[in-house]
């Protein structure tokens, strides 16, 4: 079996790039990167599910569509976030 989405970095790193940007500035770009990781691995986890639905796995199928919405619920939070410090702004 593949693993067909790349990771283009880590997991572990700091997002510190010892720039003066302002604390919100790098919190903004740290949560925009999350919600766009996130809806990656969320589509692909909707791609795995309907091959596990169209494979006949459709217990399958629910877990993976689950760990999908799974991503989205973490990205609303990301999002709220992301809108209280424009607010602040």
Known sequence: MTHHHHHDH?????HDDGSEMPFEEKLTKILDHWIKHNQDHADT???WAARAREAHLDDVAELLKDAANLNFTMNEKFEAARKLISKKE
Request: no cysteine; proline share 0%; aromatic share 12%.
């Open 45 to 47: 986890y909707e791609d």
């Open 10 to 14: 880590d997991h572990h790193h700091s």
